[in-house]
């Protein structure tokens, strides 16, 4: 009973919100902040086939690449302008030793990933091979360090290898071919110490942080933005215990978010869903703000000044693997409903920049919520992809407020989600970027966007929307989802009067 009087309600308000939406952009407001591009970031584990197949093939393969890297891939990468990747864990990162992984790839020792499907990890992607593929994005790398199952020395160790001009560790890495050190800026101390990454109390990882923290060093005029490892989901007493031991020696602090319906038990397919799933993982997906807004409100308690930072170093999707694939590799295919949450879930991080200074989706390739899918020498480049390329305006630019007189939609299992989410932002050219996603999946939405100042002319527009919510880019075929030039707009005077399709995300630039 009560589920169906949930889902006439939300069904009602749908409807009612069917009417003409206003959205009021303030694109003069002042002191807004920068959306920092980190909120795009990307995360690279050695699980499945995210690294080897997805990102290495090595310089023998008969597959395209670029010293070992998939070239496709490599360039569809380039397109999003990745601004940081993390790497190697999640889960692998604390049983990793990253000594296992330099030098001459036939003396590499095998180990076993025991997290991820007891795959058999041979090492021949290590630091070199990493910090090489930063280089060729030209992105930031993030190093989660091992601190379940490693030591202080040898996380200590690493970090010397890295950065230091000088001593043991620089003359090691020079023999192994790079007498430059690289930079390093972002040094996670463990990952989900809670759980795979030891399964620590959080004042016992507090006082252990401590001890990491003090022996990694800034060599040579590199500094460390040293993050601690934080919590999962709803896990507020972690945040807190973590503000009020270290909350003077960290820089940043991490928080992971998956959207899944349960870790017990089926979690759903990622194709072929209904519509009442489909309502329940988008709603899922944006009680992330609630989320956000908790951990926050415990770090202002803490630190008013802001000087910690939150990091979503996990973020997306978990569905069942693709059927006939291996349990622990996590492989899903990606649909118009993963493009929804990507999109209504960046907007809201846009909300809280303040605090919120990097996410990073799970994962890059071949691995939960992908960018892209790979299987032998093709590629697919999946919906979430098209939302993050659409997207990448936003990095680095100013954010701009908006006003929306949205309608709620309640999901079959009740959660509430707005029926309409716009976010803005002003580039440094000073070009105005909306985007807009409309998630109802029957309804078109009519907006009558007003601004400020701006009288809108030279207006482009980019739509991302398919024949239903459950398409997907598959292999060998023509791509279902993929982004079109969007016309359906019109000036009328100093307002702009835009027909957002049922189930899209739209991008326009003023
Ligand atoms: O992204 C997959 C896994 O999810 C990561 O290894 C772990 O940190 C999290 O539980």
């Known amino acids: 009973m009560k589920k169906i009087t949930l889902l006439l309600l939300g069904v009602c308000v749908a409807v009612c919100a069917s ?6 952009i303030h694109e003069e407001a002042e002191n807004q902040p920068v959306i920092p591009a980190e909120i795009y970031g990307q995360f690279a584990e050695h699980l499945g086939r995210c690294i080897y197949d997805g990102i290495w093939v090595g310089p023998d393969s008969d597959i395209p690449n670029i010293n070992g890297y998939r070239k496709d891939l490599i360039e569809a990468l380039q397109v999003l302008k990745v601004p940081v990747l993390r790497w190697p864990g999640g889960c692998f990162a604390d049983e990793y030793h990253w000594m296992d ?5 036939e003396n590499r020792p095998m180990m076993i990933n025991n997290n991820w499907g007891g795959t058999v990890e041979d090492n021949s992607f290590g630091t070199h091979e990493f910090f090489n593929l ?3 994005l030209d992105c930031e790398p993030y190093l989660s360090g091992n601190v379940g199952s490693g030591t202080v020395e040898e996380l200590a160790k690493w970090v010397e290898y890295i950065t230091a001009e000088g001593g043991t560790m620089a003359e090691m890495r020079a023999a192994n071919g790079r007498k430059e050190p690289w930079s390093l800026k972002y040094l996670g101390v463990g990952n989900e110490s809670w759980g795979c990454g ?5 004042e016992f990882y507090s006082d252990l942080y401590r001890r990491y923290a003090t022996y990694c060093r800034n060599f040579d005029g590199n500094i460390l933005y040293k993050v601690a490892s934080g919590a999962s989901d709803y896990d507020y007493n972690w945040t807190k215990v973590l503000m009020d031991r270290i909350g003077n020696q960290m820089h940043g602090v991490s928080l992971h978010y998956y959207t899944v319906t349960g870790w017990t038990g089926p979690k759903g397919p990622a194709l072929g ?11 899922k997906a944006v009680e992330v703000e609630e989320v956000i807004e908790n951990h926050k409100a415990i770090m202002n308690a803490y630190d008013p000044e802001g000087r910690v930072d939150l990091l979503l170093d996990e973020w997306g999707t978990w569905f069942d693997v693709e059927p006939g694939t291996n349990p622990g590799h996590l492989y899903q295919q990606n649909t118009m409903r993963d493009a929804m949450v990507a999109a209504m879930s960046l907007n ?3 909300r809280h920049t303040d605090r ?3 996410a990073n989706i799970a994962q890059i390739v071949n691995v939960l919520q992908a960018m892209i899918l790979t299987k032998g020498d093709e590629i697919v480049l999946t919906p979430t992809y098209h939302v993050f390329r659409m997207y990448n305006v936003h990095q680095d630019a100013t954010y701009v407020p908006t006003e929306v007189n949205a309608g709620n939609i309640v999901s079959p299992s009740g959660r509430i989600m707005p029926d309409l989410s716009v976010t803005a932002s002003k580039d440094a050219e000073g070009k105005l970027h909306v985007s807009i996603v409309n998630p109802v999946v029957d309804k078109e939405q009519t907006l009558t966007l007003s601004f400020d100042d701006l009288n809108p002319k030279n207006v482009t527009g980019e739509v991302l ?5 459950q398409s997907y880019n598959d292999f060998g075929k023509e791509p279902a989802v993929a982004p079109e030039a969007f016309t359906a707009f019109k000036k009328n005077g100093k307002t702009l009067t835009v027909t957002v399709p049922a189930a899209s995300i739209v991008s326009l630039a003023f």
């Open 273 to 283: 869903f209904d519509t009442d799933s489909y309502y329940d993982i988008v709603a």
């Open 101 to 105: 992984g330099i030098g001459p790839k």
């Open 19 to 24: 009417a003409q939406v206003q959205v009021k």
């Open 465 to 469: 929307a398919a024949e239903t919510v």
């Open 348 to 350: 809201i991080f846009h």
């Open 198 to 202: 030891g399964n620590m109390r959080p």
């Open 134 to 136: 930063c280089e060729l």
């Open 356 to 358: 919120l200074k990097m």
